[in-house]
């Protein structure tokens, strides 16, 4: 594989049927890959299968020896009732690293009390701080205002050299500005 943390041949995923492929992409350590296209074109779908939640079809999935994933959902579960903090709710993520200054600001809130760009800030920090080595970001700009997107692109840029991105996003100026490259699906 090269050094490749995953990659993907002629991939053809889906659930009773493929809905995106054939795809083919590789993922290197310290590289920010974009998924773009239109909605309903099966971006999240190639994440799920990355992760296992779908079937794949057709194609090879290559992925490194031991590799781990982190995996932002494009829809983070934020029950109506969370009674515990957002540090508690880092440990329990497993976040290895300190928060931003920004975040740790209302991180003694509850977590049922935080907006939707805060409860989103506080997922892919969950996992861009987390130990794994490829993460998965389902539209981490859901919910975020300019500070936060700007937050979130200064992190993707100063990326551990031993870790990878796939990202998926709807917004392409902010593919363009954070991604090393940018793969089309469906359309």
């Not at 090879?60 to 959902?73: A, D, P, V």
């Not at 931003?100 to 409860?119: I, M, N």
Request: charged share 20%.
């Amino acid at each position: 594989m090269s050094g490749a943390l995953i990659r993907a041949e002629d991939l053809e995923v889906g659930y009773a049927q493929p809905v995106v492929g054939p795809l083919s992409f590789t993922v290197l350590p310290g590289e920010v890959v974009g998924l773009a296209g239109p909605n309903g074109s099966g971006k999240s779908t190639v994440l799920k299968a990355l992760a296992n939640h779908v079937r794949v079809f057709a194609g090879n999935m290559h992925r490194r020896s031991e590799l781990t994933i982190g995996w932002l959902q494009q829809q983070p579960l934020q029950l109506p009732e969370m009674p515990f903090n957002g540090w508690e709710y880092l440990r329990y993520a497993r976040a290895a690293d300190a928060p931003p200054a920004h975040l740790a600001a209302w991180l003694d809130q509850r977590v049922d009390s935080l907006s939707g760009g805060q409860f989103q800030l506080l997922n892919v920090w969950a996992v861009l701080s987390s130990v794994a080595e490829l993460l998965l970001l389902d539209e981490p700009t859901n919910n975020l205002d300019v500070e936060g997107e700007q937050s979130l692109a200064n992190t993707l840029k100063q990326l551990e050299q031993r870790r990878g991105v796939l990202l998926v996003s709807h917004d392409r100026a902010f593919l363009e500005r954070v991604c090393d490259r940018v793969l089309e699906v469906g359309g």
